[in-house]
């Protein structure tokens, strides 16, 4: 298994699963990126498939930005994971890049701003809205709009949005179903909920 360090310097992302239109992920319609590999291991993580700093499928950072930037109808993308931070290098020079082709970047990360090293930061400061801190399951709050806990925070980096975008305080879910039947739940759902609602196995990619 690569280690942190190993991925950090890695220029190409690897990512582990991506959904090209989304409403729930940040302000507007985006595409969602989810990275593969975290140290962090919050307990009660609904993403542990993607904590490995192995799988997914390794991406050329020139070649993803064209493939999001060709995305019709968004006006941002979103980073999930995983956590991008343990990928800096590619990622920074990723928002770069479609920065410079219009979109708005939302980065969900689970380290708290005084634990980023310079790299780290300089992709943060990037972000128009950055949602920071671990995922701390007793404090899980499902009327919570874009973040999983309580604890966490919502940053607006670059002015480009505003609290005022976060709009109604309301929790909001996506399922989006495969053509072979199978489903994945986006978002910050009561999970409980999506299964009895489903009937099936569910692969919840939550925020």
Request: with cysteine; proline share 4%.
């Amino acid at each position: 298994m690569e280690s942190e360090v190993d991925i950090s310097r890695n220029p190409q992302l690897r990512v582990a699963m991506l959904i090209e239109r989304s409403h729930v992920n940040g302000p507007g319609w985006r595409t969602v990126v989810w990275t593969q590999g975290c140290t962090l291991a919050c307990p009660g993580c609904w993403n542990e498939h993607m904590w490995p700093h192995s799988g997914g499928d390794m991406w050329d950072v020139e070649e993803l930005s064209q493939k999001l930037l060709a995305i019709e109808g968004v006006e941002g993308v979103t980073f999930s994971g995983g956590d991008p931070l343990q990928q800096p290098r590619a990622l920074k020079r990723l928002i770069e890049l479609l920065r410079a082709g219009g979109r708005t970047i939302f980065l969900y990360t689970g380290y708290e701003v005084d634990e980023l090293n310079e790299l780290q930061t300089e992709c943060l400061n990037l972000c128009d809205v950055a949602v920071v801190g671990r995922y701390v399951e007793e404090q899980r709050d499902l009327s919570l709009k874009w973040r999983g806990s309580a604890n966490q925070r919502i940053l607006f980096p670059t002015g480009r949005y505003s609290e005022a975008d976060i709009g109604d305080d309301v929790q909001e879910f996506e399922v989006h179903i495969n053509e072979d039947g199978s489903y994945k739940v986006t978002g910050f759902p009561d999970m409980e909920k999506i299964q009895e609602m489903m009937g099936a196995p569910q692969q919840d990619d939550g925020a």
